[in-house]
């Protein structure tokens, strides 16, 4: 019975949880589409039951320079998928119905090249699934309307809907076992998916030492579970690279240190330092203050 009640008391989590992964998902699809739309269509109503949009989703957010949709040419998605950087084509990638060409911002991108490549020639909904920091603001749409060269072909983007709709619907919520526990009640949230919570500057100087609870939290990731059916925490390790400080003869055997955490406790001795630890957001938000353009990257 007890088993019963924890499985219930667990599927009822995950099913609040993609119903608000669901509304976030349409609070920055609506932003997106209310500010392209906008252009070429008079302001309507808004529906009563509708999801409660971005305060800054008005028009002065506009990108004056961005093309008018109606005039974009239709791409199917096989296009898209053509276009993936590979032999001087362009990056193209798509999002909502509409269409990218991200060539030139791949190498602007906050979280590295590396990333964004990832769905080069793609759509992108499947990975703001998981990088759902994308929809804390309006900068990510505001950015990608001067990229704007097409539309995607209804059918392709209906596919594309239907499949995320599956994956929320089957419980596939990548956040749903995120913790929750051991965090001071003060700290600051600005995104709980992935977690992103900021210490009360009040609160800083209280102790020399900031204790664990104040920590700031800035996850990128869904946390992933090393414990239970969902893996072993003795399965994982990190791998360290030393080519670059000459070790291990460049390249060759003894180049990358492969560690699990039992290593890291038992072969080397255990070393106290005191440090400061900032996270850049907090530094770009004092930037931000004095300036008329919003600062990026670290």
Sequence with gaps: QHQHQHQHQHQHQQQHQNRRWQQQQHQGQQYHHRNLVRRFTPPAEPHPGAAPQPASAGTDDICDDAPSLENLPVYRSSDVERNDGRGGRPIWM?????VYDVTNFIPNHPGGSEKILTAAGAAIEPFWNVYRQHYSSDIPMR???QM???????????????????????NHDPFAHEPSRGRHPSLIVHNDQPMNAEVPADLLTRSYLTPNDLHYVRNHHPVPQLDGDDGDIGDYSVQIDLSMLGKGGGGGEGTVMDLTLDDLKTKFPKV???????????RRSDFNEHSDMRTSGT
């Design 94 to 98: 798509s999002y909502g119905g509409v």
């Design 143 to 145: 950015m990608m309307e």
């Design 148 to 170: 704007m060269i097409g539309r995607l072909h209804e059918s392709d983007q209906a596919e594309i809907d239907d499949s995320m709709e599956r994956e929320t619907d089957d």
């Design 272 to 282: 106290e330092i005191t440090a400061t630890l900032q996270c850049s957001g907090n």
